[in-house]
């Protein structure tokens, strides 16, 4: 029997990023508990879920910017943990786990742009453009284009409001080459009027294809571009499946309790 909702894991090889049993605990407070994830190319998932449910940690978890302290993360075909093979245990070799790592763009609730660096620059720090100069600043010219701030691009982060910031911040993310993008609550700290830019630009990139798991509390937004919704709630996934499903007929109680608390 299985104790997760996620139905039908599976191991196509269009599996972007694999959890299996993830744990995480700080202290004696355990903040994750049995997470079995699969997020397939092209696939949007939004996490949804009360303030403390997990949705930070599992992003951090998923971007290995943080160790689970028991089950792993798959890149692709790659563990980046430990996991059991023939009856040993095996890791993946560090270069190889870095490589796949710096393709994972992560996208933070306040921005977190270099205030020393003009957006341009920002933009041109990304692992992936490194070494190739004139191609860095051609390719993050191209992406502040792609999020309307191609004439910020000398500008200074403080200067630009909250929006604009996190579209820089977005683009940055997309200069990896990002096999995927993770979001956590990207619009959270923005003025209301500044959210809808962002989201736009969110939007837009769910339509090219790349691949997105969005902690978010924009419930319009998990509607329209969710292909996954996933209810956190107290470290578990309640609930999972279509927007339809869970943000329309939801079937745990918990989860309709945290919907008709937001709406
Ligand atoms: P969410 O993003 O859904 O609000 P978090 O993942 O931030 O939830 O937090 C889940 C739980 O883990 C909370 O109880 C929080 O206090 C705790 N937590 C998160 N990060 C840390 C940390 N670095 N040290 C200790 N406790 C943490
Ligand atoms: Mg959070």
Redesign the pocket.
């Known amino acids: 029997m299985s104790e997760s909702p996620v139905p039908a894991l599976n191991n196509k090889k269009s599996t972007v990023l694999r959890a299996r049993r993830l744990q995480k605990r700080?202290?004696d407070?355990i903040?994750l508990q049995h997470i079995d994830l699969d997020i397939v190319e092209g696939e949007v998932l939004c996490l949804i879920?009360?303030?403390?449910?997990?949705?930070?940690?599992?992003l951090r978890l998923l971007a290995t910017l943080e160790s689970p302290d028991s089950g792993v993360v798959f890149f692709h075909d790659t563990p980046l943990g430990i996991v059991e093979r023939g009856g040993n245990l095996y890791t993946a070799p560090e270069k190889i786990i870095r490589q796949q790592r710096d393709r994972i763009g992560f996208v933070f609730q306040q921005f977190n742009l270099f205030p020393h660096l003009t957006v341009l620059q920002n933009v041109m720090l990304a692992p992936r453009l490194q070494g190739q100069r004139g191609k860095a600043e051609d390719k993050a010219r191209a992406l502040l284009e792609r999020v309307g701030l191609a004439h910020k691009a000398d500008a200074w982060p403080a200067s630009l409001s909250g929006g604009q910031q996190q579209r820089v911040a977005i683009a940055r993310a997309l200069a990896r080459d990002p096999a995927l993008i993770l979001f956590?609550?990207p619009t959270s700290a923005l003025d209301p009027e500044l959210v809808n830019e962002v989201l736009a630009v969110m939007t837009d990139l769910a339509a090219t294809g790349i691949t997105m798991v969005v902690?978010t509390h924009e419930m319009q937004f998990a509607r329209r571009v969710a292909s996954n919704v996933a209810f956190?709630d107290k470290?578990h996934i309640v609930e999972y499946g279509s927007p339809q499903q869970v943000l329309d007929a939801p079937q745990q109680p918990r989860t309709r309790a945290f919907l008709q608390q937001i709406s």
Request: hydrophobic share 20%; proline share 5%.
């Open positions: 700080y202290d407070n903040v879920g009360p303030s403390g449910s997990g949705k930070s940690t599992l956590d609550e902690a956190l470290g």
